[in-house]
């Protein structure tokens, strides 16, 4: 894990046109993906490539891996997990999935560009014309020692993408081993199902409770949440917000 330190990073939301700042404390955040060794180890089975990231692992086995990882090392688990429905208990210290905020915030380490670093010594992209995610650690880290965070594989983060238009959709983040550089940027989202799996999706853990209140913290926050989801009038076609699926 490396340390992150606390500081300021500048969001967007593409959709609604709409920017703004996020005052972050400081936190922890893994220097690789999680590898298929790792997510094997909890399983109890083996892997065929053992340093690639792990990728085909919905948001909700990722939650999942986290809690296992956090009861593993006698750490409290970061989420309250009933089905389907999940809840992050701010407070608590053990692995979680980076809000978005904290994973733009650790994957920009001070950049303002659209790379921390030239893209072709930073990332697996389609330019490499791959066929598979690549070992961790192949290309260079930002300063704050964190590698892969762009290319290779996307990543999962904590966040709603846009509850308004995709519902329970989560947040991915960096772009994938077969993404042109467009899709290879700091500051680009993707999103899915929290089921959805995707042969270049993969996730990384971070660590840190806050103290506050109970359902906000790092950029994120319930209350915005339902707000985000409330669309007045008629539905544009496609749309499926929540409490309307």
Not at 41 to 48: C, I, P, R, T, V
Not at 159 to 187: E, I, K, N, Q
Not at 222 to 233: F, I, L, N, Q
Request: hydrophobic share 40%.
């Amino acid at each position: 894990m490396a340390e992150i330190p606390g500081g300021t990073v500048g969001l967007h939301d593409a959709r609604r046109k709409v920017r703004w700042s996020v005052e972050l404390e400081p936190f922890e955040l893994a220097r690789y993906p999680v590898t298929e060794e790792q997510l094997a180890e909890m399983l109890g089975e083996s892997a065929a490539h053992p340093r690639r990231p792990a990728t085909g692992v919905s948001w909700l086995r990722a939650v999942r891996f986290c809690n296992a990882a956090s009861e593993w090392e006698g750490l409290d688990p970061a989420y309250g997990v009933d089905g389907e429905e999940v809840t992050w208990h701010v407070d608590a210290d053990g692995f979680r999935l980076p809000t978005e905020a904290e994973w733009e915030l650790a994957c920009r380490a001070g950049s303002t560009g659209a790379h921390y670093g030239p893209l072709q010594e930073v990332a697996w992209t389609a330019a490499d014309g791959l066929t598979a995610p690549q070992d961790i650690g192949g290309r260079m880290p930002n300063v704050y020692g964190l590698f892969d965070t762009l290319g290779n594989v996307w990543e999962w983060c904590w966040d709603l993408l846009d509850p308004a238009r995709y519902g329970d959709y989560r947040v991915f983040r960096g772009g994938g081993f077969a993404d042109d550089a467009w899709s290879v940027r700091a500051s680009t989202r993707r999103g899915g199902a929290p089921r959805t799996t995707l042969e270049d999706l993969g996730f990384r853990v971070a660590r840190g409770g806050f103290d506050g209140p109970a359902d906000a913290a790092q950029g994120w926050s319930a209350e915005v949440d339902r707000e985000r989801a409330d669309v007045d009038g008629p539905l544009p076609v496609g749309w499926t917000p929540l409490g309307r699926r």
